[in-house]
């Protein structure tokens, strides 16, 4: 790692620790030369993470995707963004502890389904009418009742 200061070759890890989003790696570094201290940030590689879609065709893993789906059946609800972005986060980080390549986009739904009903049951009802494409009031209102006998 170069100084940024006088481009010595040679430096010092002070403290590493990862990002808030786990995305990267963040060392204090310190020149052996001049002393200078700078930070540097590491992305973690991450495998690519494909999203198998109703149709077949694949995409690239987005979590704004999920993100703003949750936005959408939170609405009004009060909910911080804050807490749909860590929602996101963990979504994302469950699929990847999978270590697989590909994961069709159902299962994605379902499980940010499981993490909406944890967190408010009127956008999980929003979320999983969009989600499942609910075809009549009825495959709606059946949602409902499984809903409201697990309370
Ligand atoms: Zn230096």
Do not use: W
């Given at each position: 790692m170069k100084c940024p200061y006088c481009s010595y070759n040679d430096c010092r890890v002070l403290d590493s620790r990862g990002t808030?989003?786990?995305?990267?790696?963040?060392?204090r570094?310190?020149?052996?030369?001049?002393k200078e201290r700078f930070t540097t940030y590491e992305r973690i590689e991450e495998a690519p993470l494909l999203v198998i879609k109703k149709d077949g065709t694949r995409e690239l893993f987005?979590?704004?995707?999920?993100?703003n789906g949750m936005l959408r059946a939170t609405e009004k609800r009060g909910i911080e963004l804050e807490r749909l972005e860590k929602v996101a986060r963990d979504v994302e980080?469950?699929?990847?502890?999978?270590?697989?390549?590909?994961?069709?986009?159902q299962?994605?739904?379902?499980?940010v389904m499981e993490y909406l009903l944890?967190?408010?049951?009127?956008a999980y009802v929003r979320f999983?009418?969009?989600?499942?494409?609910?075809?009549?009031?009825n495959k709606f209102?059946?949602?409902l009742d499984r809903l409201l006998e697990n309370n």
């Open positions: 808030d989003e786990q995305t990267a790696i963040r060392r570094r310190e020149c052996n030369k001049c987005n979590r704004n995707k999920i993100l980080q469950e699929l990847r502890n999978r270590m697989e390549p590909e994961i069709p986009a299962e994605i739904g379902e499980l944890n967190l408010d049951e009127v999983a009418s969009v989600y499942r494409h609910f075809k009549d009031i209102r059946q949602e």
